[in-house]
């Protein structure tokens, strides 16, 4: 099983970016993806989740408005996009996957889990 994000970097605030999640080693269509992220010191924080299985999505109350995420089937990949990009947004964002349904912001209920890719937000 592997989950691979890509995509972040060093961006100024107000912009715009869109990271990649590209999974391999278990059957995409029945798992659900979520994105989460974490500052130094502060805990692991859910943000957006899909489920390939019935097509849900969740967001979290402080995600909603600037952040969204959608699912390719035919290559696996899970796409995270966040718009107006603030300081406080920088971190280590992760995608994870557990099997069917998403689980909200409950991290510890994911199965499997990417290394992360930092993104840092200028002011």
């Known amino acids: 099983v592997q989950l691979v994000e890509s995509g972040g970097g060093l961006v100024q605030a107000g912009g715009s970016l869109r990271l990649s999640c590209a999974t391999s080693?278990?059957?995409?269509?029945?798992?659900?993806i979520g994105w989460f992220r974490q500052s130094p010191g502060k805990e692991r924080e859910g943000l957006v989740c899909?489920?390939?299985?019935?097509?849900?999505?969740y967001i979290a109350d402080h995600a909603k408005g600037r952040f969204s995420i959608t699912s390719d089937s035919a290559k696996s990949v899970v796409y995270l996009e966040v718009n107006t990009l603030k300081p406080e947004d920088t971190a280590l964002y992760y995608c994870?996957?557990?099997?069917?349904?998403?689980?909200?912001?409950?991290?510890?209920?994911?199965?499997?889990w990417g290394q992360g890719t930092q993104v840092t937000v200028s002011s």
């Open positions: 899909f489920s390939n299985r019935d097509r849900s999505t």
């Open positions: 080693g278990f059957p995409f269509d029945d798992y659900a």
């Open positions: 994870a996957a557990v099997r069917f349904n998403c689980y909200g912001s409950s991290w510890t209920m994911y199965d499997y």
